[in-house]
């Protein structure tokens, strides 16, 4: 997992779930992770602060795995891309 | 007669919402199908995700209120004081000392004043004002709907504030109820009131994904969220002997209230709460399940929610679901949260009072996970004897409220 928006999309979803990045591979399913609806919403909010990006809800509904989520994020368009984690805001 | 104390009558109506200022205007939408959904104006929502909600349009608060009430009132807390005052002139009752009493007033609120303490919030954060309106707490606090009725009106008697979310009113309704029924008090006014738009609750709404980007539409197969709705409704209840001695109308009869809780997810529905509810509501009112020809559905259009009141009210009622008239009426005044089951206590009885029972409007395709009599776009007369009315919150909060009609006239 070298890929950073790959990196970025599962160091998220680990602080989300509170749990160790290494329990999330690219194919990890939310059903295996205990991904339920909020947790799933929480990621994508995280998600857009960390990539600076607006994820429309039509784009989030069928996300099911790690990988969806990642290639659903590089759907979205140039912006997506850039897989460095933006600054937070203080 | 009940089996635990007094028959119970609601004899009077107050509304306010989308759909109109008083329960005439709002019913008259809603027997026809008419939708109060519509873009938002009260609030910037240049930078929001959705932009259509059920507000209530063309209110001018001048007209209700004077200068320095309103100063107090924050707009939830002015939905309940129109609504308490429409019900009390609609039943006709005199609210003497000795009955103010012996009378309650339960009223519902999720939000409490939150428009009011995000303006607040505006000024104390973005201008620096480093300070807060002096008036702000009395105007947030979730119980100034109720303690501006008790004082307008003169109720002395039990007064309080419920906070279950979406099931707030139904809880509200519910208490009250129980408290005439049990000869606690000899009056109630009860019901809900909420005004969710604000920035800042709009954002942690569209944080939720849940709201649909173009409008209402339970049961229906593209159905794509819920829309926020705002107002207020109370209905003011006494025992049917008290009606019937000083020549009141009744509107029906308000017969069981029945609660549970999930114990499971915060904001995923589950089948066996909500059917417990409804359990739980038959029970109380000593009615039949075959007897309940109408429900109400809490009906938010959401994905996760529909379905699952769908199988609920198929494991209560069995082969009887499918005789049964099931509508959201959210499809037309909004989600109201906190106002809710009070407003859709009021389409209930005057279902049940005039036999005409109101649809779900923008109604499309069936979807086959919620295969009931969803009454689609077009009320439909039927006498019905019996009806349910449903709220399930966020949190797993379910109460389900049963109604009985009355001899119409």
Known sequence: ?90 | MSPSGRRVAVTGLGAICALGHDTAATWDALVNGRSGIGRIESVDISGLRFQNGAEVRGLDPAAHFDAARLDLLDRFAQFAVIAAREALRDSGVTLTPALGERTAVFTGSCLGGQGTQDAGFVELYRENSGRMHPLSIPRIMANAGASQISMELGVTGPCCTISTACSSANHAIGQAFWMVRSGAVDLAFAGGSEAPFSPGHLKAWEALRVIAPDTCRPFSRDRRGLILGEGGAMLVLEPLEAAAARGARVYAEISGFGMSADAHHVTQPTVAGPARAMRAALSDAGVAADAIGYINAHGTGTRGNDPAEVRAIREVFGAQADRLAVSSTKSMHGHALGAAGALEAVATVMALHTGMLPPTANFTATDPECDLDVVPNRARAASVEAALSNSFAFGGLNAVLAFRALSRR
């Open chain 1, 1 to 90: 997992m070298s890929d950073p928006l790959v990196e970025t999309v599962a160091s998220a979803l680990a602080e989300v779930k509170h749990v160790p990045r290494e329990r999330i591979a690219l194919d990890s399913t939310f059903a295996e992770l205990g991904v339920d609806s909020l947790d799933a919403i929480t990621l994508l909010f995280e998600l857009e602060t960390r990539l600076e990006i607006a994820i429309p809800d039509d784009a989030a509904k069928s996300a099911r795995t790690v990988r969806d989520v990642v290639e659903g994020i590089r759907a979205l368009g140039a912006a997506a891309a850039r897989a460095e984690p933006a600054p937070i805001p203080e």
